[in-house]
């Protein structure tokens, strides 16, 4: 199940945007699982850093370089032989695509056009996943939860760079990569907004409050009545790694998308997100926690949500956790880091073990 039946001791495995956010938390896991890991990422966005504060770089091949340095990328590949891919880098942060929308595109979108062409001098079996996310759908801001067949799209640039990205995913899953006969077999994997400790990105909600309230100040929020598809990292993470296992024995999902979104439940604003996070993080002072910007500084969608039926029939796969857990869990980690910042390492293992306890008991990934 979770520790996927040994799927991953051995495996080598190749993560671009391992020291970011979500590249940490994989990167651990993997390395729990027993796997080889060669990271591949343009720098350590953060300061601090989970990949850091984890000492992570010292039990892997660790990169530095572009992704849109195809042929720097390819030799990195080619001496590496993964023969599993997860493709994560890219400038995720919605505030930083208005500062610079060209860069936001060039990097999700040829940087994602990149990887693809990497791909295609891949002569060994390789199951690859390409993530996206949720924001790749034309939102039209409907109550049902967005499934994989409806229309790409973006209104704003960040949106846009993913909806594109995933059209060049299906161009050359189509044009290069068809039928999954051939060695390369990839899927694009679309998750919504995750939370979880270690996250240190500017302007993400999660680690603006921490950032604030661990000085005693208060958060300014942008929209605390939008609705996301909030999930623990390690849930989209459990999608990926469940996808990439099932591509290598099942060709026919190659050139597919799937959702990987939270358990099916009541769309949370977020404002509860952060009443729920101060509490578990222990604010002493809920009144003195955020307040409302008079004026959001960037336009962004009001609801959001996933359907997640596909991953579940075809896949087995369902979100382990609910809302109130995924808070708990992200709170206590950073409320733990507070208190003892070296024992980040050991935060990530015990999350990660309790998450696959979860999954067990609940009997979720098959
Ligand atoms: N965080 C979320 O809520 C969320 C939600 C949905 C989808 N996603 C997607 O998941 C992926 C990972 O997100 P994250 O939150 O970990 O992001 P992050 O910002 O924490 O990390 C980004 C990573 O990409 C690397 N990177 C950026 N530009 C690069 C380049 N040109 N070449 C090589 N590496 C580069 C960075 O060095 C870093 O390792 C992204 O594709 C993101 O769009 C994230």
Known sequence: ???????????????????????????????????????YSIDIPTSPSLFEQ???????????????????????????????VIHMAAQAVVSASYTDPLDTISVNVLGTASVLQA????????????VASDKCYENVEQIWGYREIDALGGKDVYSASKGAAEI???SFA????????GPVRLASARAGNVIGGGDWAKD???ADCIRAWSQGEMVNLRRPHSVRPWQHVLEPLSGYLTLAAALRTRPQLSGQSFNFGPAPDRPRPVMELLTDLAKAYGHPRLDQAFRQLPEPPFPEAGLLTLNCEKARIELGWAAALNFAETV????????????????????????????EDMHNAREIIQ
């Not at 409320?335 to 015990?350: F, G, H, I, S």
């Open 1 to 39: 199940m979770t520790s996927f039946a040994g799927e991953y001791a051995g495996r080598r495995v190749f993560v671009t945007g391992h020291t970011g956010f979500k590249g940490a938390w994989l990167t651990a896991w993997l390395l729990r699982l027993g796997a080889e890991v060669c990271g």
């Open 54 to 84: 984890c000492g992570l770089e010292a039990n892997i091949g660790h990169h530095v370089g572009d992704i849109r340095d195809t042929d720097h990328m390819s030799r990195v590949i080619a001496a590496f032989r993964p023969e599993v």
């Open 119 to 130: 791909l295609r001098s891949v002569t060994w079996p390789c199951a690859a996943v390409i």
């Open 168 to 170: 060049v995913f299906g």
């Open 174 to 181: 189509r044009s290069f990569f068809a039928s999954g006969d």
């Open 204 to 206: 993400r909600i999660v």
């Open 328 to 355: 708990q869990m992200t709170g206590d980690w950073y409320r733990k880091e507070t208190a003892t910042p070296a024992a980040a390492l050991q935060l990530v293992n015990d999350q990660i073990q309790a998450y």
